[in-house]
């Protein structure tokens, strides 16, 4: 090694047995949970297990929604350790879609003219993962810094892109602080329904930021969940579940008001956010608009309850589905093998015994392993057009406008099996 190469990040030990039950509201403390779904028990995600090792015992842990009608947050009843949900050999990378960096390419623009970024400004990511995101503003002259306490860190390293391998805890913020100076923005994406502390890491982001600095935030919506039926999103990485009215009011629990709101595409539908100091920038039309929309989509709790006889009956017209192809003699693949397929699988109780295999693309660190929970391998995604089964789950259902004509293209000529929000069949 180089004696100016970046220092690897090595792996800290794991601990699986971390879990807590949720009795309080995990934003404002208050008591009185509904429960809206209950999904069943299901095993960590992100414990992959080599194909051919015999089965082990496995702790699995029950997957239930509840609402807090004070401050109007959905959120899981339990919570695991962030050892279990982020455990260094944490598969997750980011970019790999079309529409994840286009999303990140289209921040980087936005925030520049919101935030009317100087280069001397430091912009923080925070879960940076392999630094797609810090890679538009390092491009554009910014300094950067990325903070990711899994090994993915060391991909961002080796891009050139500073990354500090640590969970961003409010002593980490003040050293950061000391050796980098105050930020002007400070970026989370897809974290904060991700950590279980959350008040500890809005400290933590809070103290990075300087006094006009902007808090960027991108979350999944709980709109777009219970329009669009996404219960597969509920999973244990997934802790929370925000509307702009449960972010808004965490953020004011911090002294910061949200001036800036938008809905974006990915992950099946998700709010993008900037927050500020109270007058620091004046609110925009924007936030008014979408808590309308909320307001009026949303609505009462009556609302929420419907989402579960909702998802009940379309596990049991996908199940249906699924027992007339396999009744019938025809092979099934899956498409794509993400923390929410994974939950999809799970839920629908599927095994090796309906789907052969999940396919992957090619360099995923899954392949080669089972899905968790099932013996389903996960398989280098080119056994779809060579193998030719006769229907292609499609597990990630919400980039199916991508992939369907991605995987035609590349030869796959059996039909397409949508699980989600109505299960449907897409014939090429």
């Known amino acids: ?33 509904k429960p809206i779904i209950f999904l069943g028990y299901v095993p960590p995600l992100n414990r992959l297990y080599p194909i051919r090792e015999r089965p082990r015992q496995e702790r699995f842990f029950p997957a239930e929604a509840l609402y807090c009608a004070k401050c109007a947050l959905v959120q899981l009843g339990v919570m695991l350790s962030r050892d279990i949900l982020f455990p260094p050999d944490y598969p997750y990378i980011s970019g790999t879609t079309r529409v994840q960096r286009e999303d990140f390419a289209e921040l980087c623009r936005e925030s520049k003219d919101i935030a009317s970024l100087r280069p001397e400004d430091l912009i923080v990511d ?8 810090l890679a538009n503003f390092k491009s554009e002259g910014y300094r950067v810094l990325g903070i990711e306490p899994t090994l993915t860190a060391n991909l961002a390293l080796e891009k050139g892109i500073p990354t500090l391998g640590a969970f961003l805890e409010p002593q980490v913020a003040r050293q950061v602080l000391k050796d980098h100076g105050p930020a002007r923005l400070v970026i989370a994406t897809n974290l904060l329904a991700h950590v279980p502390d959350i008040h500890n890491l809005l400290e933590a982001m809070v103290t990075l930021l300087d006094e006009k600095g902007i808090l960027i935030a991108e979350v999944q919506d709980l709109l777009s969940v219970v329009k669009n039926l996404q219960y597969d ?7 929370r579940y925000y509307s702009l009215e449960s972010l808004s009011y965490l953020l004011a629990m911090h ?5 800036h709101a938008k809905r974006i595409a990915t992950h099946g539908g998700s709010l993008r956010i900037y927050a500020a100091r109270p007058g620091a920038d004046g609110v925009r039309d924007s936030v008014a608009k979408l808590l309308a929309d909320e307001a009026s989509e949303l609505g009462s709790f009556e609302k929420l309850r419907e989402f579960s006889e909702r998802a009940m009956m379309a596990k049991l017209q996908l199940q249906s589905m699924l027992f007339d192809i396999k009744r019938n003699g025809k092979r099934i693949f899956a498409v794509g093998a993400a923390s929410r397929a994974v939950m999809l699988v799970n839920y629908l109780a599927l095994d090796n015994g309906i789907l052969d295999c999940v396919v992957e693309i090619p360099g995923s660190n ?25 229907y292609a789950l499609l597990l990630s259902w919400h980039v199916a406008d991508d992939l369907v004509p991605k995987l035609t293209g590349k030869g796959f000529s059996g039909h397409y099996l949508v699980p989600l929000p109505r299960p449907a069949i897409l014939r090429p």
């Open 255 to 259: 002294g910061f008001e949200v001036f």
């Open 1 to 33: 090694m180089r004696p100016d190469a970046p220092k690897k990040i090595h792996a800290p030990p794991v601990n699986l047995m971390d879990s807590t039950v949720v009795e309080r509201c995990q934003v404002c403390g208050a008591p009185d949970l």
């Open 233 to 239: 999103s509920f999973y244990h990485e997934h802790m």
């Open 126 to 133: 925070v879960g940076s993962n392999n630094g797609t995101l």
């Open 366 to 390: 899954k392949i080669g392993t089972y899905m968790p929970g099932t013996l389903i391998p996960i398989v280098e995604e080119s056994r779809l057009w060579t193998e030719q089964p006769d």
